[in-house]
């Protein structure tokens, strides 16, 4: 809802991305650093690994975001749309393949009956096919499902790869190495492509930092629970945000619900219930 508003301010899509990360990376790092002084803690030696993970997460997440918004200039965008919604059955094949983390059968079918739900959500009043097909749009969408997929299993590396006990504190140093290396990245872009963005974040400052603030602890429970699971679960079972979302458009933005809404919701619903009873 923040981020939605937060495009009536001249930003650009680069420029709101960016305003996430430039005040989510000091606020993770305060939030670690009361960690260790509050625990008498230290950070561990973070192997080579470690950080080539959580930048392949990092990089991998803004190209997919990119790609996501370059759908919506496609005419068929929402056939596009509908790859990127295939991302909790890519992380669950590159789970096996590069973490050596397996899906089990039920696992597989609970995250099949979400991916179900959330096409039936996503899917627009005009049909999927509205203004014809394009395999730019297809293949857009399937980049970006794809990237996304990527940066969640480059994060459940990094998170693994943190040496120490707790869950929150590999969460938290996996969290300020990923968003550090978005911001410098994020800030070199716009520097060279839209260096008017630069300024109106920090004139506006006070307007995005609840984006921040907000998408720092959303990122944190992320990497959370990727220290915690298979990011094949975590995924699947995170994509409840969706439900929020769409309550959110009724009760906030007055929008009416479909019946092929409710219809992606129960679906969506039982895929939760699903993962949470295996868990």
Known sequence: ????????TGLSTGGATYARFLFAAPIAAMALAVLVIVQGDRLPALPLAFWAWAMAGGVAQIVATFATVALFSRKSFAVGIAFTKTEALIVAGLSVLLLSEPVSSFGLLAILIGTCGVLLLSRPAGGWMQGGTSYHALALGLIAGALFGASAIGYRAATIAVEHP????RALVALVAA????????????FLAEPGQLRIVAVRWRTVLPVGV????????????FALQNAAYVRSLGQVELLFSILASVIVFRERLRMIDVFGMLLLSVSVVMIVSML
């Open 1 to 8: 809802m923040l981020q939605k508003h937060l495009k009536a």
């Open 166 to 169: 707790q869950a929150v504190f």
């Open 179 to 190: 968003t550090g290396f978005q911001t410098l990245v994020m800030t070199i872009w716009l």
């Open 214 to 225: 907000t998408g720092v602890l959303g990122s944190l429970g992320w990497f959370t629970a």
